[in-house]
């Protein structure tokens, strides 16, 4: 297993599961990643607090790639804005795409993500697009020059599960990137399903944010994604169908 | 395996020319490159060919067992590992089952709905040495090229039968019939029918461009054979001969315009199962590049021709046929799935239950004959000879009545020219 | 009047080093624009405040 990595924009990555750090304490974070076994940590972009002290980048661990996203973008523009200020913040090139039109269901308007998209795989960003699940858009964004989609589950913060199932499927079986299931995975046993699917990862967040034990919540999803992983590599076997089959044969017409 | 006799030689040869004949024939050294361009020839630039032809030189059809192919037939979308299953010699005994799973894909894509449309060939000169086909420049047979009233004429005679859909089809001769005659003709289709397709000579981009503008859609190209080193011995001579160039035609059309492209190898003439793999990852891969594009795959097998009446299809028989087609169909659930009137009535019949999603009718292979084949009448014009012999030949009335006494629907067409 | 983060003060004529000086920002962990577009650190110092600007100084926080 030890050659199974994740490959995002050329850099390599054992963990398949990619830990958000909003909307829990920061004395939390370094249990999370630690028991999440996560090397992928999302961050959010803010103005800045004038008292010194509270930076959540002394709470996380070194060696974890960070991931900051454009959350309260509302257009290409403003994503394209708070990318680069977050490259300016000197933590590398990664960036998730993410931008909403909408606060009620706070879904991703696909078509600015496929205009910033663009724009910063062109400034070098390793760009993370968060997306709803579209064939279409999906491509798009692999012409646009992403290093992976990020097609939500279900809407942002629900933990409702894999409510887009099929069209994961769909852009697991077409896109020739890495596909990240994010937003709205709740259990572990959804993000073993998404992972047996052919998922290449999870990004998860409100599931451990609302759990009872967020750090055991983070182990039980770890432990969830690799065996899910381990599922999709082996190849599930058959499933009896129980399908009733013709009373004559289709094939009775053969001669030779 | 046991192979063919395709040599022939005609006693009309001059001494020359039976000469060069003979020196392709048995000189390797006699022949041209086949994976060179000519100069004309656009290259353009694409990753498909190497891709399936490095899926189907590791393809090792012996290596599945019936496992393998339970698992394929049950698996829900259906991978290249399964595909390969599907078409091995252990799925044979599974044949009905592998039946079933495509009838149902076929249902759930084209419910019972199938085609028809009718074959025009317009020309039948050819400058190629192609061993197995009727046209080849060496085979004595009659020579024709219908002019522009002529081939009005044959569209009116089809027209008025009630087909919709044509499929244009010349020997492989730019000189003969070029493109600009091609285009004529297909302005003239589009006059009488509601969709034209093209099997014609592989052209470059531009010329797929101008023939798309004259009011064609649709582009068929037969590759014969995938398996390169055997192609090679095949086609001899002419510009049908460089590999490459005919495996790029589909590519070339779909970025010309054209709505959709056809695939197929000839089945009989190499390894059928690596052919069928080959002429399926073919449509597969070039799906995912041109999503928009509507793929569509043939099943032609070896057919006798005039002057050599032994030709056949070797060890693809009706069942290793039906095998190919179910694969493809739980393969490429989306794809058309024709089968020429070189079948029987009574295989076509059977197999548009299951996987074929159009079929031929009236249909005549050789030059300007529609009139007398469609009403008796002898016409007046002498008629050039056919590429070779078709097994079914029901007209289109007789076909829709048969089809819908298969409990299918004949459609003549759904389609809209834009 | 010089609007940061959104509140107007007034520190026109002070270089923007000299206005981050005056505050508890932690220079190392912030990143800052200048009427829209990114002003590297090593500017800080050469930057003048004028009157109207619009600096936005941000930062990492924890998010999904």
Redesign the interface.
């Known amino acids: 297993m030890t050659d199974d990595k994740l490959i995002l924009g050329g850099h390599e990555f054992n963990s398949r599961f990619i830990l958000g750090s909003g909307k829990y304490s920061l004395n939390l974070i370094e249990a999370a990643v630690r028991d999440a076994g996560a090397e992928i940590i999302t961050l959010a972009v803010r103005r800045a607090n004038t008292q010194k002290g509270e930076n959540i980048l002394d709470y996380i661990p070194k060696g974890i790639t960070l991931l900051p996203n454009t959350s309260g973008a509302r257009n290409a523009d403003e994503a394209v804005r708070i990318a680069r200020l977050a490259r300016e913040l000197g933590c590398g090139d990664f960036v998730k795409i993410e931008i909403m039109r909408d606060s009620k269901y706070l879904l991703p308007d696909n078509y600015e993500t496929v205009k910033a998209t663009e724009i910063l795989a062109k400034e070098g960003f390793v760009v993370m697009p968060y997306m709803y699940p579209d064939l279409n858009i999906a491509r798009d964004l692999v012409s646009a020059g992403a290093a992976c989609v990020m097609p939500l589950a279900a809407p942002i913060g629900s933990n409702k599960g894999l409510a887009t199932k099929e069209f994961i499927q769909i852009l697991i079986d077409e896109i020739p990137l890495p596909v990240i299931v994010d937003a709205g995975i709740g259990k572990p046993s959804e993000a073993c399903e998404a992972m047996e699917m052919g998922a290449a990862a999870i990004m998860a967040n409100t599931a451990l944010a609302t759990a009872g034990n967020l750090p055991l919540m983070a182990s039980a999803m770890k432990l969830a994604i690799e065996a899910g992983r381990k599922a999709y590599l082996a190849k599930p076997g058959r499933v009896l169908s129980r399908g009733a089959s013709a009373s004559d044969p289709l094939t009775g017409f053969l001669r030779e | 395996m046991n192979d063919n006799s395709f040599f022939v030689d005609s006693t009309f040869l001059s001494k020359s020319a039976l000469e060069k004949k003979h020196r392709l024939e048995n000189d390797p050294a006699s022949r041209t490159d086949h994976m060179k361009y000519l100069e004309d020839m656009e290259k353009i630039d694409s990753d498909v060919m190497e891709k399936v032809l490095s899926e189907m030189k590791s393809y090792d059809s012996s290596a599945y067992t019936a496992k393998d192919v339970i698992a394929a037939i049950e698996r829900e979308r259906c991978t290249i590992e399964d595909f390969k299953a599907l078409l091995s010699p252990a799925a044979e005994p599974f044949l009905e089952q592998m039946a079933n799973r495509a009838r149902n894909e076929t249902g759930k894509h084209f419910g019972n709905n199938v085609y028809v449309f009718t074959p025009l060939y317009i020309a039948n000169y050819c400058e190629n040495y192609c061993v197995y086909c009727g046209f080849n420049c060496y085979n004595h047979i009659r020579r024709m090229r219908l002019d522009k009233s002529q081939i009005e004429h044959e569209m009116k005679v089809i027209a008025s039968s009630g087909m919709e859909e044509i499929l244009l089809l010349t020997g492989e001769s730019p000189s003969m019939s070029s493109v600009e005659y091609i285009g004529e003709a297909c302005k003239l289709a589009r006059k009488y029918f509601r969709l034209v397709g093209l099997e014609i000579y592989p052209v470059n981009t531009d010329d797929y461009r101008y023939l798309h503008e004259c009011g064609a859609d649709y582009v068929t190209v037969f590759q014969e054979t995938y398996d390169e080193k055997r192609y090679e011995q095949l086609h001899l001579m002419g510009r049908k001969r460089v590999f490459p160039y005919r495996f790029e035609a589909q590519e070339r059309a779909l970025r010309a315009g054209m709505r959709g492209v056809a695939f197929s190898a000839l089945l009989g003439l190499s390894d059928f199962r690596k052919d069928a793999l080959a002429s399926a990852l073919h449509a597969y891969f070039l799906q995912r590049k041109y999503p928009h594009a509507e793929m569509s795959l043939s099943c032609p097998r070896l057919r006798p021709i005039i002057n050599n009446d032994k030709i056949n299809p070797l060890d693809v028989h009706e069942k290793q046929l039906c095998q190919v087609l179910c694969a493809y169909r739980i393969f490429l659930p989306y794809v058309g799935i024709t089968v020429s009137s070189r079948e029987s009535a009574r295989f076509r019949n059977g197999i548009a239950k299951i996987a074929a999603t159009k079929v031929s009718a009236g249909v005549s292979t050789g030059i300007g004959d529609h009139e007398s084949k469609y009403t008796g009448n002898e016409s007046q014009d002498s008629v050039g000879d056919e590429q070779f012999e078709i097994n079914d030949g029901r007209s289109l009335e007789k076909m829709k009545k048969d089809m819908e006494a298969e409990g299918l629907q004949p459609v003549l067409n759904d389609y809209l020219y834009v | 009047m010089v609007k940061v983060?959104?509140d107007f003060l007034d520190i026109a004529g002070k270089t923007l080093l000299e206005y981050l000086e005056s505050?508890?920002?932690?220079t190392r962990?912030?990143?800052?624009?200048k009427n829209?577009e990114?002003l590297?650190k090593e500017k800080y110092g050469k930057t003048k405040l004028e009157d109207g600007d619009i600096i936005?100084?941000?930062?990492?926080?924890?998010?999904?």
């Open positions: 983060n959104g505050t508890n920002y932690d962990r912030i990143a800052i624009e829209g990114i590297p936005e100084i941000v930062s990492f926080v924890g998010g999904g």
